[in-house]
């Protein structure tokens, strides 16, 4: 049960393309912002719309995959994790919120063999 600890599964658009770093070890990682919305009517049965934006970084493998096939408007199913950073910028902290992708599938795609794991 320890592998549910945390775990995060979200399906949205990407809202702009993957920025694709490479490191001199060979590492490559990709960073993009996700979209997910969630309808619902208010208390005069209004329809509205929610949207909430997920800091996405995908690492090797996956990163290579997202700036290969991967462009803002896309939409994805992911699975990953949360992960939470603290820095230090004018002698201010700040926290900073990203989701670690360790699996994603393309949707709309034609064919189902869409699904990349980060292996």
Not at 67 to 79: D, F, N, R, S
């Amino acid at each position: 049960m320890a592998s549910l600890n945390n775990k995060v599964h979200l399906i949205g658009n990407l809202g702009r393309d993957p920025e694709i770093r490479e490191f001199d070890n060979g590492r490559k990682v990709a960073n993009f912002p996700l979209a997910t919305s969630e309808t619902f009517k208010n208390e005069k049965g209004e329809k509205l719309q929610e949207t909430t934006w997920h800091n996405l970084v995908m690492w090797n493998g996956l990163a290579t995959i997202a700036e290969k096939y991967l462009t803002k408007g896309k939409e994805i199913a992911v699975e990953g994790r949360i992960s939470h950073r603290e820095y230090e910028k004018d002698g201010t902290k700040k926290w900073y919120t990203e989701i670690i992708v360790g699996q994603m599938q393309m949707l709309g795609a034609k064919k189902q063999e869409s699904v990349f794991d980060e292996k």
